[in-house]
């Protein structure tokens, strides 16, 4: 049975009246891949949500209820959520080419906009850049061929320091699965305990496992192209402002960086999975903003 996290989130959000999500299924090289939909035909823009490490698509569904009126599409990446690898490799390039390849099949007469969060981030500026949309939101920009970065992101310091040059000489062992715990730091997926100790039970989630070969091809991967390039679409980056697993300065040197119309929101009091007021509220209207301005042509 899935995780209740909906329960994590402030009154307003769990009493807001939002359409059932619904399970679907999506046969994608030799996969059948998982996604939670917000069906609504009657909504003038579309939302793709990525999760990152530890998640899956049903832990993102409460920020459907942020939006308003969009249809909401949230994939369970490969080696997370229900989706089924059926015995195929997956390699951090497989997440990538399923994300973009799911902005063009999901394409119609309406805009298209992705949020990444986390790990997603990054994934989502990479899918966009290969694919194109109409609009980038992310809560970070994780560029792993930084140490500092890596050093922020692993659970134990030196381990993400040292990890992408350990990873390349233990390629051998691609094939070995262990406990997402074991590397990610699971105790700061939120400033709630509670809710990190069910992300760490979850065993759709933070309770599962990962493959040594997902997590060698993702430490050594790079963006689909530079900051400078980008010019696809414009961004926006939700930061939680208490966030103790990757601190907005870690993101920042990317984003700086980036060609195209952007613009940062700080959520104040939210960690890394903002569940928190008075961010959460900041989140939903900077998201509010951001999914309506590509309807009306702003």
């Not at 994590?8 to 999506?26: G, I």
């Not at 992408?164 to 715990?181: E, K, Q, S, T, Y």
């Not at 991967?221 to 926006?236: G, K």
């Amino acid at each position: 049975m899935a995780v209740d996290y909906l329960r994590f989130f402030p009154t307003w959000v769990r009493e807001a009246d939002v359409p059932q999500a619904v399970s679907q299924w999506w046969h994608w090289r030799g996969m059948d891949v998982h996604l939670e939909r917000v069906a609504d035909p009657a909504a003038p823009v579309k939302l793709l949500v990525l999760h990152g490490a530890g998640g899956y698509g049903h832990m993102l569904l409460p920020y459907a209820r942020l939006v308003g009126p969009v249809e909401v599409v949230a994939p369970d990446m490969p080696g997370y959520g229900r989706t089924r690898c059926n015995g195929r490799r997956v390699e951090y390039s497989t997440w990538v080419a399923l994300a973009a390849e799911l902005i063009r099949r999901e394409r119609d007469e309406r805009p298209v906009l992705v949020l990444g969060a986390s790990v997603g981030g990054m994934l989502a500026y990479s899918a966009v850049a290969r694919a194109g949309a109409d609009g980038l939101a992310v809560t970070c920009l994780l560029d792993v061929r930084s140490a500092e970065a890596r050093t922020a992101a692993a659970r134990f310091g030196p381990l993400g320091r040292a990890a992408r040059p350990g990873m390349n000489a233990l390629r051998a062992l691609d094939g070995l699965h262990i406990p997402v715990r074991w590397l990610a730091r699971m105790s700061a997926m939120s400033n709630q305990p509670e809710l990190n100790a069910a992300v760490a039970r979850d065993r759709l989630g933070g309770g599962g496992r990962v493959s040594l070969r997902f997590l060698r091809t993702y430490l050594n991967s790079v963006p689909e192209i530079e900051p400078e390039e980008f010019t696809a679409c414009p961004v926006l980056m939700v930061h939680p402002a208490a966030d103790r697993w990757t601190p907005v300065e870690l993101s920042m040197p990317f984003f700086d960086r980036l060609a195209a119309r952007k613009r940062l929101v700080m959520l104040d009091d939210c960690g890394h999975m903002p569940v928190e007021d008075p961010g959460l509220g900041r989140l939903a209207r900077a998201l509010r903003e951001f999914t309506t301005a590509p309807a009306t042509g702003r």
